[in-house]
């Protein structure tokens, strides 16, 4: 199975500052087709998940522009620019390259 | 608007069974990927299966053999047979929808839950 290793696994952070959490996959993302099918997901508290990115870095509709994906490979990047108090919670990458798909460990991102 | 209701949740002996179901509506259907993505209590997201438009099934390692996932078209239901439940099964079972007829991206849509316990 492909291994998701998201940093940090807590990341405190100040009102209005900027956020980065990383993700790396134990192989390579690039399907056939030549998509990576690299998805990043919020999951607030008490709450059911959401899909924010999919595929490195399409924003879903209704996500805030401040939410931003990038990376290539087995390196990928969630970033924040600017924290606001609704983005508390704890925020998954997951795969889709490869059945069975599978998530990283979180990172729980808190208000300093 | 896309609705995902789950039911069937509840407590269960270590060696019981459990069918959930997630009533779908909103959309079509029968042309969406479908699956399952479960949370035990604290934890992170785990895949427990997924269900092509036309019926093909998929799942990990930990589930295979003991969980059946199935979709009933004409009744817009996803459903997940449980069997021989352990209680590292425990968890919150999302349903959850695809874009289209795969899953790659990532469920666009979730639903709200039902808590399986399997416990003596």
């Known amino acids: 199975d492909v291994v998701m290793t998201q940093s940090p696994l807590s990341l405190p952070v100040t009102l209005g500052q900027p956020a980065s959490i990383s993700c790396r996959s134990s192989?390579?993302?690039?399907?056939?087709?030549?998509?990576?099918?690299l998805n990043w997901f919020q999951q607030r508290p008490g709450q059911s998940p959401r899909r924010l990115i999919y595929?490195?870095?399409n924003r879903d509709s209704g996500v805030p522009d401040r939410f931003s994906g990038s990376g290539s490979g087995t390196d990928f990047t969630l970033k924040i620019s600017r924290v606001e108090a609704e983005d508390v919670g704890v925020y998954y990458c997951?795969?889709?390259?490869?059945?069975?798909?599978?998530f990283g460990q979180g990172t729980k991102l808190e208000i300093k | 608007e896309v609705q995902l209701l789950e039911s069937g949740g509840g407590v269960v002996q270590p060696g019981g069974s459990l069918r959930l179901s997630c009533a779908a509506s909103?959309?079509?259907?029968?042309?969406?990927?479908m699956s399952w993505v479960r949370q035990a209590p604290g934890k992170g997201l785990e895949w427990v299966s997924a269900?092509?438009?036309?019926?093909?099934?998929f799942y990990p390692d930990s589930v295979k053999g003991r969980f059946t996932i199935s979709r009933d078209n004409s009744m817009n239901t996803l459903y997940l047979q449980m069997n021989n439940l352990r209680a590292e099964d425990t968890a919150v079972y999302y349903c959850?929808?695809?874009?289209?007829?795969?899953?790659?991206?990532?469920?666009?849509?979730w639903g709200q839950g039902s808590l399986v316990t399997v416990s003596s």
């Open positions: 959850a929808k695809a874009d289209g007829a795969l899953l790659k991206s990532g469920p666009g849509h």
């Open positions: 909103g959309f079509t259907f029968s042309t969406y990927a």
């Open positions: 269900i092509s438009p036309a019926g093909a099934t």
């Open positions: 192989q390579s993302l690039v399907y056939s087709d030549g998509n990576i099918y």
């Open positions: 595929k490195v870095s």
């Open positions: 997951m795969q889709g390259t490869q059945w069975p798909y599978t």
